[in-house]
Each structure stands twice: as C-alpha cells, then as structure tokens.
C-alpha cells in the first residue's frame, strides 16, 4: 500500500502532522526507531505554554496549540491536570517586568495578583510579593499524553503505527527502514535531536546543538494544591516573552549578582503537579553537541533551591530524577526545511515543541498540500 503521508518520528511534533494530515483525510503512516515515544516528548512538563513565550510567531503557534490540546485532549482521554499559569514575583524588578508584560499584547487575559490573592491560591513563601496570572496554559502528564494520543490517531483517524524501525533513508515514494521499505507520496521527518540520521548534511548546515536538562519529581510531606503551573523571577530572565522586554534588563543584572550559579546553570524553575499530587519540577539548560551522561546533583539542588525560595513545601522528597535533550538554534525556535515540494524537515529548535507542535504541523501541511479551507 502506498500511504498519502509518511512521517518520521512519533514525538509530538510527529504526532502533530499526522493529526494535521488525518484531518485532511489523508492515508498516514507513523515510523519510530524506538518501541515507543522516548525522547523529550515524554521527558518534558506537559506544560502547554502560551504566556512567556516570544511575541510574535512563537506566541501565536502557542495559543493555536493550546487551542489544539484543549479540543483533542477529551477526546484521546488526555486528562488536563492543571490550567493557567501563576508567576511568583521575589524581587522588585520581576514585578516591573510582569507589569510590563501586562500592558504588551501577550497581556490579554491575564492579571497582577496581590501577595494575599497569591497565597490563598498557593502555598507561598514570605519572599513572594505579588504574582501575575495567565489563564492560557494547560498541562497534561506527557508521559501518558504521548501514547494516548498515539492510540487515538490510530483508533480514531486509521493513522497506522511502525515502532522499532528506524529510517535509514527517503526518497519518495520509498522510505526504507531497518525492518524493510515504505512508500508514501508524500514525507514529514520529525526527528527530535538526531542530528546525523536522516539529512545530516542539512542539520549538520544549521549549526545546532542540544539542550541538556534536569527534572525532578517531588512528593510534598502532606496533601498540597497547586491549581496552576508555577514559574518564578528566574523563568522571566530565559523566557523570551519576558526576557525581551527592556524592563527585565534590572532583574537579570540582580539575578546575575545573586544567583550567579543558577544562571550559570540556565536554571529556572517551573513546578507542575500530577494527579498523585507529586510535583514535577525543573530545570537546568546545559548547551553541548553530545551532552554529559553524568546528571550533577549540585544543579538539581539549585533547581530544589529555587523551589523552596518561592514555595514552602516542608518534609517533601525528591521521588524521581531525568534528564531529557531537545535540539536548540542560536538564531530560531523551530526550523522547516523544506527539502522538496513533497517532502519536508521539522525540527523545534527550542523548548517550546509541546507548546507549539500543533501550529507548526498545520503551516507544513499547507505547504505541502495548500492553505485549507476554513
Ligand atoms: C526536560 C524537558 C522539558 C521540556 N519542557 C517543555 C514544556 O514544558 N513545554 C514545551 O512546550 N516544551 C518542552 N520541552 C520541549 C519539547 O519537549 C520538545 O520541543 C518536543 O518534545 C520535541 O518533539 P519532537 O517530536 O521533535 O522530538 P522527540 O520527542 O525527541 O521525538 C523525536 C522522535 O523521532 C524519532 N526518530 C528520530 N530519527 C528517526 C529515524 N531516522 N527513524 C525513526 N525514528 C526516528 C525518535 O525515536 C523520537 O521518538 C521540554 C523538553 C525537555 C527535554
């Protein structure tokens, strides 16, 4: 059989084009190396980020995805663990940088919240001053995401499955893989951060490299609640929505002086929680082309550090530890290359994939199959 579409890579930017294409009613097959999804889509937050992320093309895909999730989860029985998103402002200057937010175009929807308002919401320390609230965000468990939306596509829209093949080459209509060839009239490689499989030549151009990160799963000592993802000053010093603003140039000034190995670290932290009331929380961001396998407990305990400055969790214990890599660009969060008119390359370059896959995999499918009637 020849398929409409072949895509390469089963994370959620693969998962995302053969949604797009199924609901073109096209014929799609999904090929991944591994025996399930294993890479930074099942690694990550689940944490569907609109607010923070950069204005213009960034933000825009980022509420469209949020809109995809929101309308698919229900009906892949992806459960949404949480929504919105509560900023916890220590220091002077990140109040000035979310009341600048505030007042920019991102701003719509959310608003400052008093330290009294914050603290009735969460369980906040003595440093947090005030709070800015999005209601954009959703968060979902990726690691029960993933093959639920998986399965989905498969019962729900006839996307065909081939896990434990890796592509070893495409050129279309034949892809060949490890356990033997595939045709498809048209191809998606989505291959995460594999560099030197399909197209290395044209990555290898690109001058990317990876993104290591640490993450850790916290048990609170008794039953806590956070309605909402929590973020704090040093996420608005990394993510650009924020960080670009002419106002958090004072905090990252203070931050390098306080936090100098934090910052060093790239850490910032986000803290989601479970449906079993643990906390996933993170994390660190190390630039390296093969990165260390050695995980360095000083850099989650600066993350564990950032975590107990903004919220008071006492007795809680660390109950899992990860380290996840998602490719990274200098100069772009995400990259389409567009290798022919039939077959086409899809990387994000940034850790925004889980926020903005579903937007992406809509422009592709427009390049390659025309702009679809509303
Ligand atoms: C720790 C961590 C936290 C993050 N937090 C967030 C977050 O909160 N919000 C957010 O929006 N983003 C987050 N991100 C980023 C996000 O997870 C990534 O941008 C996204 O998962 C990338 O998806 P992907 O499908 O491109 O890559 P992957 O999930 O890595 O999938 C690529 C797939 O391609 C397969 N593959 C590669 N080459 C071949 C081949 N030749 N043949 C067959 N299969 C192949 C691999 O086996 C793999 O399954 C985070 C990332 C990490 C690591």
């Known amino acids: 059989m020849i398929y409409d579409m072949a895509v390469v890579g089963a994370g959620i930017v693969g998962l995302a084009h053969a949604l ?31 607010t923070g992320q950069q204005a213009g093309s ?22 949404v663990l949480q929504r919105g998103l509560t900023v916890l402002a220590e220091r002077d200057e990140a109040v000035a940088v979310l009341e600048a937010f505030l007042a920019t175009g991102m701003g719509q929807g959310c608003r400052m919240l008093t330290r009294a ?3 009735a919401r969460l369980p906040i320390t003595g440093a ?26 498969q019962a729900a829209h006839g996307v065909t499955f081939l896990y434990g093949r890796r592509v070893t ?6 892809l060949d893989t490890s356990a033997g060839p595939v045709e498809a009239e048209t191809a998606v490689i989505c291959p995460g951060d594999d560099f030197t499989g399909l197209h290395a030549d044209r990555i290898a151009a690109q001058g990317f490299t990876r993104c290591l990160l640490h993450m850790l799963r916290v048990m ?8 909402t993802p929590v973020m704090s000053d040093l996420g608005l010093a990394r993510y650009l929505g924020y960080a670009e603003l002419p106002e958090a140039a004072a905090l990252k000034t203070r931050l390098d002086a306080e936090k100098a190995e934090a910052r060093a670290e790239g850490v910032h932290l986000i803290a989601v929680q479970s449906a079993d009331g643990s906390l996933v929380v993170g994390d660190s961001h190390r630039y390296d082309l093969t990165p260390p396998p050695f995980a360095d407990a000083r ?15 006492p007795g809680a214990r660390v109950t899992e530890r990860w380290t996840g ?18 077959e086409k390359l899809v990387i994000v370059t940034s850790g925004t994939g889980a926020s903005t896959a579903f937007a992406i995999a809509e422009e592709t499918l427009d390049s390659l199959y025309g702009r679809k009637a509303a």
């Open 20 to 50: 797009a294409a199924a609901q073109r009613g096209k014929r799609v097959v999904v090929i991944d190396r591994d025996t399930q999804a294993n890479g930074a889509s099942i690694r990550n937050f689940g944490f569907v980020t609109v």
């Open 58 to 79: 960034c933000w825009a895909r980022a509420m469209r995805s949020r809109e995809v999730w929101a309308e698919i989860a229900p009906k892949a029985g992806i459960e």
């Open 117 to 119: 308002e914050a603290a």
């Open 128 to 153: 947090v001053q005030g709070a800015l609230h999005s209601p954009h965000e959703l968060r979902v468990e990726s690691r029960d995401a993933i093959p639920r939306l998986a399965a989905w596509l």
């Open 169 to 174: 080459a495409v050129t279309l209509p034949r």
């Open 220 to 227: 609170p000592a008794r039953p806590t609640s956070l309605p």
């Open 299 to 313: 850099v989650d305990d600066l993350v564990l550090g950032e975590l107990d400055a903004v919220l008071s969790l």
């Open 325 to 342: 890599t998602y490719a990274s660009a200098p100069d772009r969060l995400a990259w389409t290359d567009h290798v022919s008119d039939a």
